[in-house]
């Protein structure tokens, strides 16, 4: 999908993503944060399917399967998920110079 999240506020960068690992940190946090009816429900909304342990790349794997029936014939799939950035986590008011 993308390889790059980068967070402007003013013209100001404040994302400081230095890692291209953050596709693994959504899904850590997802099924660290969530169980498995909310896995069935209301995150699939964000294109989440329970991946097998030790089949996570596994091209034919039933989570990869489930994920490739949304996209058959090219057909546009929306999603709605949260944006995993530590700068959107931050509990504190940022300036709207962004820089402090």
């Keep these: 999908m993308?390889?790059?999240i980068q967070i402007l506020l003013n013209g100001a960068n404040?994302?400081?993503v230095t890692t291209t690992?953050?596709?693994f940190k959504a899904y850590l946090e997802t099924?660290?944060?969530?169980?498995?009816?909310?896995?069935?429900?209301?995150?699939?909304?964000?294109?989440?399917c329970m991946d097998t342990a030790g089949k996570?790349?596994?091209?034919?794997?039933?989570?990869?399967?489930?994920?490739?029936?949304w996209t058959a014939l090219?057909?546009?799939?929306?999603?709605?998920?949260n944006v995993h950035v530590d700068v959107l986590s931050v509990p504190r008011y940022r300036r709207l110079g962004g820089r402090g």
């Design 2 to 4: 993308w390889e790059n």
């Design 74 to 81: 090219s057909a546009e799939v929306g999603f709605s998920s």
């Design 21 to 23: 690992n953050t596709h």
């Design 31 to 48: 099924i660290l944060t969530f169980g498995h009816d909310a896995a069935r429900t209301h995150l699939t909304a964000a294109g989440f």
């Design 14 to 16: 404040v994302s400081f």
């Design 56 to 69: 996570f790349d596994d091209p034919d794997s039933e989570a990869n399967k489930e994920r490739r029936t």
